[in-house]
């Protein structure tokens, strides 16, 4: 699944992300109650696991209630020191779906995103992305160009997954290193290219039409048309 954590302790935030990546899920990280609204509002999320108590003036239950207004209905996990009956009731009220009081063992979050993630939804997002003959199946994990399977490393699933999800624009260097490699700096090596370079191997080659575009001085894109 595609989850946003909202969470403003550096530790508890690297500690959840770094589980759920783990368990297969790609996760994006917000560190206040603002950033985390923007993202639930301009991106498209299967789950959102939030810190009840957040900075930058909007908290949790702010930031549900102000989503449900707006008609998103993705299932929401609050995490909590805050263990009061009238806290946890007050979570769920504004929209939120479970709640779970820290310290947390790490398996139980787990249990319950997925106990979340199997629960059926009338308007439950598509969970595959396709450009032109290919298609990328986020449930199963798995590739196919015109019907063939195509095997790819995790590394690559993930960037084949962000170029899909953003098909037509350019996605820079920079937005790949973040959002696939979790850097926040430039390594300055060339590991993008070998990654793309065998990505577009697998996906392109012996196909007429390529899919896996060089935009010089730019990035990469992903498109139907040659």
Do not use: C
Not at 162 to 190: C, I, S
Not at 208 to 214: E, G, S
């Amino acid at each position: 699944m595609r989850i946003l954590l909202v969470e403003d302790d550096a530790e508890v935030a690297r500690f959840v992300k770094k589980g759920l990546q783990e368990a297969g899920h790609t996760v994006e990280h917000a560190v206040n109650g603002r950033d985390g609204l923007f993202l639930a509002a301009s991106e498209q999320f299967d789950l959102m696991v939030l810190d009840r108590m957040l900075p930058g003036g909007v908290d949790g239950v702010r930031l549900v209630e102000t989503l449900r207004a707006q008609g998103n209905r993705a299932p929401v996990i609050f995490l909590s020191a805050l263990s009061a009956v009238d806290e946890r009731v007050k979570g769920l009220k504004a929209g939120g779906d479970d709640y779970l009081t820290k310290p947390f063992a790490f398996a139980e979050l787990l249990a319950r995103v997925e106990a979340l993630g199997r629960r059926p939804s009338v308007d439950a997002p598509s969970t595959k992305l396709k450009v032109a003959d290919l298609e990328l199946d986020l449930l199963s994990r798995t590739v196919s160009r015109a019907g063939k399977r195509i095997d790819v490393q995790p590394r690559e699933f993930r960037l084949l997954e962000h170029l899909m999800r953003h098909a037509g624009q350019v996605v820079t260097r920079t937005m790949l290193l973040e959002k696939v490699w979790d850097y926040h700096f430039d390594p300055q090596t060339n590991v993008i290219d070998v990654h793309v370079s065998r990505l577009r191997q697998k996906v392109d080659r012996g196909f007429d039409v390529p899919l896996i575009h060089t935009i010089r001085n730019a990035g990469y894109m992903i498109r139907g048309e040659g």
